[in-house]
T-cell receptor, first 113, second 113 residues
Framework: AQSVTQPDIHITVSEGASLELRCNYSYGATPYLFWYVQSPGQGLQLLLKYFSGDTLVQGIKGFEAEFKRSQSSFNLRKPSVHWSDAAEYFC???????????FGAGTTVTVRA | DSGVTQTPKHLITATGQRVTLRCSPRSGDLSVYWYQQSLDQGLQFLIQ???????AKGNILERFSAQQFPDLHSELNLSSLELGDSALYFC????????????FGQGTRLTVV
């Protein structure tokens, strides 16, 4: 069963516009939640993480994500995208009783001028 | 630079052959994870080691094996290679076994011809 769902395969956004990437997970308990970014030909870089506490977490490169337990979601946002934000974004989870870091299918972001 | 080193960066080999991919984790990290990334399967968790012992297993084929050595570096062995094994193989490391924050290497691109 898919543990992590990223509903959007591809999103195109204009430079300077806001961006929101969706992520849903399917565990009963609150897992550890992560967002990673992968630029072409590169490895994955951690943008932000959520373990507990404040449900709005700030990350690098101006990204933030909000954990909503009622919706089993952990959506990633950026108020104003830059051309350098064009990349593939992965949501990932680790269940609190598991050691496996499971990834969603990824969302490819294209930024148009 | 994540601090995780993978060698080689690229590998081209023939079907039926065996290859070894190497990963050096970040200094001080005890956990090493291996992932396979392909266009059709996305990012698939293969296996995790913690301080030399296998901790979690994912979608790893019987033709594949891994180990973590006393100096904490890890090797992923792929044997009887098939065309479908062509993929990007990532190694990640984290300080603890709970995957609190995983750092990824640049990957090894394996091409089986």
């Amino acid at each position: 069963a898919q543990s992590v769902t990223q509903p959007d395969i591809h999103i195109t956004v204009s430079e300077g516009a806001s961006l929101e990437l969706r992520c849903n997970y399917s565990y009963g308990a609150t897992p550890y939640l992560f967002w990673y970014v992968q630029s072409p030909g590169q490895g994955l870089q951690l943008l932000l993480k959520y373990f507990s506490g404040d449900t709005l977490v700030q990350g690098i490169k101006g990204f933030e994500a909000e954990f909503k337990r009622s919706q089993s979601s952990f959506n990633l946002r950026k108020p104003s995208v830059h051309w350098s934000d064009a990349a593939e974004y992965f949501c990932a989870v680790v269940r609190s009783n598991d050691y496996k870091l499971s990834f969603g299918a990824g969302t490819t972001v294209t930024v148009r001028a | 630079d994540s601090g995780v080193t993978q060698t080689p960066k690229h590998l081209i080999t023939a079907t039926g052959q065996r290859v070894t991919l190497r990963c050096s984790p970040r200094s001080g990290d005890l956990s090493v994870y291996w992932y396979q990334q392909s266009l059709d399967q996305g990012l698939q968790f293969l296996i995790q080691y913690y301080n030399g012992e296998e901790r979690a297993k994912g979608n790893i084929l019987e033709r594949f094996s891994a180990q973590q050595f006393p100096d904490l570096h890890s090797e992923l062995n792929l044997s009887s290679l098939e065309l479908g094994d062509s993929a990007l193989y990532f190694c990640a490391s984290s300080a603890s076994g709970k995957n609190t924050e995983a750092f990824f290497g640049q990957g090894t691109r394996l091409t089986v011809v």
